[in-house]
């Protein structure tokens, strides 16, 4: 950094000089946070952290904030070269373009980097560690993960002296809040969505939140810090909770479950796998209870066992949290491994395919009500070894389509899956039979 902790002529604490990029609702956070808890901030850190410029689209839009005093930059990259600022703050987003020059440009300019984009971390996160730790730099991206909950701190610093065995959990609060609200008010999932739409907790285009990509890319830099590996999208297996019906989630409560999009990441004998799916949860599992826009994540480790951290995953307040504590991080001098081992050690562990994962699972299939057809659903189960543990069937009809709920014991996903592409071609079911990963042992 550019600026030192203290003077040595006057023996005052020296400002921590911090630009922020992009001035949205996390970045107005951040500001006020910053103003208003200054003295907080500065007993904490050892030395005042104080925003010295900006930089966002639109200049002369009302943000309810006093920017008299501050430098501007219509360019962010620019802020990498002002010689007033130590610290660049990215809240500007997306995996390329301005928000990876900025990175790539503060490192290059002599300023630690922190951020809350993890699409960025997940694609470019060792590359950017490699240039943090060339330089002598800090890259912190806490609050790209499950908004102001530390959990990569966490992992980090607390759960140090573990070997990580599990990590997992609800990431994602839109996901959470539709499911939710689906179970509480009996509405399906399109009525929920335009319900999250108008309350500001889903996007217009909601396809990264309810396709589990924003998952995905949380559980990539999770894996990474649990695991010692390189953040790995493509290796995560992503499903998201467009599926997922009104009828599914009143079957799960019956059976003694409840559904919640996970994104699970554990070590197995074939490999590191990696999944973003709607998982039943067992109701006794204390993640089953975490409702609405709330997060959790799960981390277990050799050593201390499980440990659960839960709160706000999203929005200006926890959000703008974590940042502010990497800044203050920064302002104490740490610059340590971005993921906990120095960049040039993070290996590439092989990743377990899906059709590898053993585990039971709930089948609802849409059946014709005619004599043979569970026998015929039997006959393929068992063909492939497929144990079954329950069978639910509601109402009759000579007509109409009933359905048939079954689940089963532990089986690998690649036997259940042609199981069910043998029922799919069976006359009497006239819909694709729909599966949901149940996870036991939480």
């Known amino acids: 950094m550019n600026a030192s902790p203290l003077s040595a002529a006057s023996g005052h604490a020296v400002p921590l000089r911090v630009g922020v990029a992009g001035l949205g609702t996390v970045g107005v956070g951040v500001v006020e946070i910053l103003r208003n808890q200054a003295a907080l901030i500065a007993a904490r850190a050892g030395r005042p952290i104080e925003v010295t410029a900006v930089s966002a689209r639109d200049r002369s839009r009302e943000r309810g904030l006093d920017l008299d005093g501050l430098g501007w930059e219509d360019d962010a990259v620019a802020l990498a070269r002002r010689d007033d600022v130590d610290v660049v703050v990215e809240l500007i987003g ?24 993890k699409a960025m971390i997940a694609a470019h996160g060792p590359e950017l ?11 912190a991206f806490e609050a ?10 966490a992992l980090r610093e607390g759960l140090a002296g573990n070997a990580v065995g599990r990590v997992y959990g609800i990431l994602n609060g839109t996901c959470n809040y539709i499911l939710t609200e689906m179970r509480t008010t009996g509405r399906d999932f399109s009525e929920v969505l335009a319900q999250a739409q108008a309350l500001g907790y889903a996007e217009a285009d909601p396809t990264f939140d309810v396709d589990g990509i924003d998952t995905a890319h949380k559980l990539a830099i999770l894996a990474a810090l649990a695991f010692g590996g390189r953040p790995d999208i493509d290796a995560i297996h992503v499903e998201g909770i467009r599926h997922v019906t009104i009828d599914d989630i009143r079957f799960a409560e019956e059976l003694g479950f409840r559904i919640k999009l996970l994104g699970v990441a554990r070590m197995t004998g074939q490999g590191l796998e990696q999944r973003v799916h709607p998982c039943m949860v067992p109701l006794s599992a204390p993640i089953a209870h975490v409702e609405g826009v709330f997060n959790a994540v799960v981390a277990e480790g050799d050593a201390v066992g499980g440990t659960m951290f839960q709160g706000r995953g999203a929005g200006r307040g926890p959000t703008a949290s974590a940042v502010v504590a990497d800044l203050i991080d920064i302002a104490r001098g740490y610059a340590g491994p ?15 395919p899906i059709d590898a994962h053993v585990g039971a699972f709930y089948i609802r299939l849409m059946v014709l009500d005619q004599p043979g057809v569970l026998a015929d659903v039997a006959r393929a189960f068992a063909t492939e070894q497929v144990s079954l543990e329950s069978l639910i069937q509601r109402g009759r009809s000579e007509v109409e389509a009933v359905p048939v709920v079954l689940t089963t014991h532990a089986t690998s996903e690649a036997a259940l899956r042609r199981a069910l592409d043998t029922i799919a071609a069976l006359p009497a079911v006239i819909e694709p039979p729909r599966m949901i990963r149940i996870e036991n042992s939480l």
Do not use: C, Q, Y
Request: cysteine-free; charged content about 10%.
């Open 144 to 153: 790209a993960v499950a908004g102001g909950i530390p959990i990569l701190k």
């Open 94 to 117: 997306g995996a390329e373009g301005t928000a990876l020059d900025l990175a790539r440009a503060a490192f290059s300019g002599g300023k630690s980097f922190v951020t809350a984009n």
């Open 129 to 139: 560690a490699a240039a943090a730790e060339e330089s002598g730099l800090a890259l």
């Open 338 to 352: 971005a993921f906990s081992v120095p960049a040039m050690a993070l290996g590439a562990p092989a990743a377990a």
